[in-house]
């Protein structure tokens, strides 16, 4: 499943985002940049030491990351250019302005991404695994954000040409395929 917006392809796919053929991934992560569990585990497993070093370097000079922010270090041993670390926010029920801090964690990822001049870039679903934020509601906040985010710039401005939604779990990607079409 696909749609073009503003000259950006927008796709979703199933499987492991570690395994993703582009050149920067997003990785879901926590305020400390301590590898952790889900997507943030893989990531740190698959890239080896140096992602984590270099967390460690971030967090000595600016003491990690808030909630929607991101900060960008090296692949380890994947074969990205880079991965972007954002720490998306644990959902508390919904009045605690969850939504819109999910929506910073791609606008954030996004604006880093452009300022490396990235061109293919792959996002997890933020939030939707241990810090609970509920699936549908999350789908639909990554898609307006990054479809905003992506309508709002001038071409020239975007170095991005493709941005992939890598669903671990059947549910999301059935749920991100069909949101998706409703776009088209
Ligand atoms: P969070 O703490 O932000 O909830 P998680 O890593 O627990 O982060 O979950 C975020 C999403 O990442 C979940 O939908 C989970 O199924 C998914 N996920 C877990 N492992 C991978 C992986 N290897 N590649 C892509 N997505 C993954």
Redesign the pocket.
């Known amino acids: 499943m696909q749609i073009t917006v503003n000259r950006i392809v927008l796709t979703v796919e199933q499987?492991?985002?570690?395994a993703w053929n582009g050149e920067m991934i997003v990785n879901?992560s926590?305020s400390g940049l301590y590898g952790?569990?889900?997507?943030?585990?893989?990531?740190h497993r698959a890239g080896g030491p140096r992602i984590a070093e270099e967390c460690a370097e971030i967090r000595c000079r600016q003491g990690g990351i808030l909630p929607g922010e991101a900060a960008l270090t090296s692949a380890g041993l994947l074969h990205f250019r880079g991965v972007i670390h954002t720490v998306?926010p644990i959902w508390k029920g919904g009045s605690a302005g969850e939504a819109v801090v999910l929506s910073r964690c791609y606008q954030s990822s996004l604006d880093l991404a452009c300022a490396q001049g990235v061109q293919s870039l792959a996002f997890?679903?933020?939030?939707?695994?241990?810090?609970?934020?509920p699936?549908e509601l999350a789908c639909r906040t990554a898609l307006d954000s990054v479809i905003q985010y992506v309508r709002g710039k001038d071409p020239a401005e975007l170095t991005l040409r493709r941005i992939d939604f890598?669903?671990?779990?059947q549910d999301?990607a059935e749920l991100y395929r069909a949101e998706l079409e409703a776009y088209s």
């Open positions: 499987g492991d985002i570690t879901a926590n952790g569990g889900g997507v943030d585990g893989a990531i998306g997890p679903n933020i939030s939707t695994g241990i810090y609970n934020f699936k890598v669903c671990f779990e999301n």
